[in-house]
């Protein structure tokens, strides 16, 4: 090879004009025997190589030597289309994954992925928070192309929201993976984006579900007035070859890019506003309904040979509204619908979360047994909360003008937040294929993490320094990282995947420098000093700065019994950091608050020991049964504990690592592939989650006093069933259905079933049971969905009309329970002591009700 040097194994040379020649070994070395003396021409050739001729002249009995530098060369030849299908049965996989093409999530009756991820095995969501195998909602890690886009700070796995149309793949990973995943200890999601190919296609898709009069004559008068809008582009990327036809520049290879825009509107089926003004942008223009949803992702793709690809990944979503749908994670202040101002909804908060992430990606093959990635990345994500665009200081206080009805009537919510997370990414793959039996993959990835929070509340009251009553600021710099080593080893008919990972955290200098300062305080707790101490004097220091590391051991077993059967097994240590706002809250000295709740530098990584082990068969080519069984033991877990103050100060609120929890489960998976028309999936999960609390601060605000003894989780829910079937006739087929004639049509039926949501059991005496031993009524639900392609005259697009009913029955789950009868509150039920019925009455307490969307498509 003229660039690498290296040999070329099979290249062919020959005497030009003759049947003399030979093949190459495999250091590319040759040898010509019996050649006859005098003047030859020697060429060397093999393909995806320009030949190279050399004019030799040989006297009788003579060795001579000759090199030739073959150049690659670039064949242009007529398209070829080659249709992968994964293999049913992945006989070297020894984890729980789930791999979702974008056919299957389209097929998915929702347009998010945390809709995706919560029908899927392992996966429960509790609201707006999503969970995996019994551990808490921020212990996803979400990447996009292998990217983590995870804001630190409040532990949101979502800091970028990503609508289903950019998505080529998603692969869900909920147990025994691989020492490559660090920072999270119970799932991994990757979404892969799409790349543009060689041809112009473009995507064009609308849907609502107002559809003006005809609303209310078929009786839907609880629309969301909801609106989504689609426009997918990709293709040959053109504007490189016409600086390349002008300057007269020769750019090897390819480029495409891809390119969807996306934007979801909606008013909810909830009390709502007419629209949101922003402060973040100034303007109410970007937010006219309740829920505003944009998203923007872009990929470049330059194939520069068959061993080198860069790609540059541009992705920007902005989400706007009241918080009905946040996350707990997102700010604990204030999440879910806010029922208390529901007469003043106008005064309530409006969120702004921006997020942004820019990334090169580089693929080189130095061989056909070694290749590494290389991933440099730019994320930024930005949390924002306020009042109608009001600084804190223009906020009027709360009045209840009827004390004890418990609405506000007049005033501004008491929240000003804002915070963001800037986190440069570099990371590196390396593989090596040595033999058939043994391949290794090593590795490192290195996160620098500026971080800045601002939290005021009840900003009316006047302070020194008028940040209000309770406010707390600070802004910092972090590190941290991981490298790891794994092997696949095949032996006696086994796959082994063994790995290890070092993970590492610098908290940096302001928490450094808070510890110190702290330390000189005479009047510090014992426990806190003791603490402190323990983070100056025994940790790790490079360069006076306070490291934290950890190992985490990984082995998985995939034994293939026969063709079609598999067992696996794996064993493993998860880590991951605690959120930073538990490491950096109040620790410095602009901090103030009515409660003090002081976060801990010296916490530790919450640790994950999971156990898994499951059965794999194929009954043929397009039918899978799956079952695995699991078992999770949590520890570390940061939490609120009382600090008994030296007298005569106060005690305090500080966050330990002393939590754990365990879960245990089944979960069974059938699995059709498209065969005769007919696809389809249904996955049962039957599980326990038990722990001592359920959110950090559950002690702080149950003020009890710390227990040993363990209840079940808030989001626990034992059973939990999800299945779809899907029907599908292609462009070019024709299916007879009775007196109908079927042709380019697709339609899939969702059916989901589960416990309800857990509640703590009380009587009408105030006397309680256990915390969330209770389970309210069974949830179910069925969603519906076809659409039909019309074919165009020759030379127009393809128009694809859509249907869809989400929740075909209008059954209304129950999500507030009443905690006396264990069902939905009926006007004249019992009601806990100093319940009034109006308590009850929360907008919140059912589920969405029946939805019908209309849409159309076009292609082309």
Known sequence: DAVSGKGLPMANVIIKGTKIGTSCDIDGSFILLKVPPGEHILVASMIGYKPEEEKVIIK????????FYLHEEVFKVQELVVVGERPLLEKDVSSSKRSISSEELEAIHTEDIKGILERQAGFQGQGTDIHVRGGRSNEVLLLIDGLPIKDPLSGSAFGIYVPVSAVKELEALTGGFNAEYGQAMSGIVNLQVREGGNKFTGNLMYKRDNIGGLSEKIGLKNHFNKDILSLTLSGPELISAGLAKLFKLNIPGSITYFFNLYAKLEDTYLPHVDKLYTSVYDTDKLSPREENSYSAVGKITWRISNSHKLSFLFSRSLEINQGYFNSRSDYPFAYGFPYRYIHIL?????????????ALLWHHALSPALY??????????????????????EYEELVDTIPGDRFWDFGDAPYWHDHYVETYTSKFDLVKIFSKVFRMKTGFITNRNEIQWIDIQYPWYSTEGGLGLNHDLYRTVSWNGGMYIQGQIHFAGMIANVGTRVDFWIPGKYADDGVKRALEDPDLPPLVKKEYEHYLNENIKIKGRIIKAHMSPRIGVAYPITENDKFFFSYGHFSQLPDLKYVYSKLGVRASSTYELVGNPNLNPTITVAYEMGMEHLFNDYLKLKATAYYKDIFNYPTAMKVPGIPPNPSYWMYFNSDYSRSVGIEISFTRRLYNHLYGNAELTISQSKGRSSTAEDLYWRGTAESLKEWYLKWDRPVKFYGILGFVVGEKEYYKLGPLTLNDFKASLGISVQSGRRYTPVDTLGNYGDPNSGIGPLWHRVDFKMQKGIALPKGLSKVILKFEVRNVFNHRNVYYVNPVTGEAYKPGDPLPPRTEPEDM???????????????VETSW
């Open 372 to 393: 590494y990635d290389l991933k440099l990345s730019r994320f930024f994500t930005n949390l924002h909360a306020d009042v109608q665009g009001k600084h804190w200081s």
């Open 841 to 855: 009455l929360n907008p919140r307490r059912f589920t969405a009700p029946r939805e019908i969307l209309i849409g």
């Open 60 to 67: 009788d009995g003579e060795v001579k030597e000759v090199y």
């Open 346 to 358: 106008d005064n309530y908060l409006t969120f702004t979360r921006d997020g942004i992430q820019t």
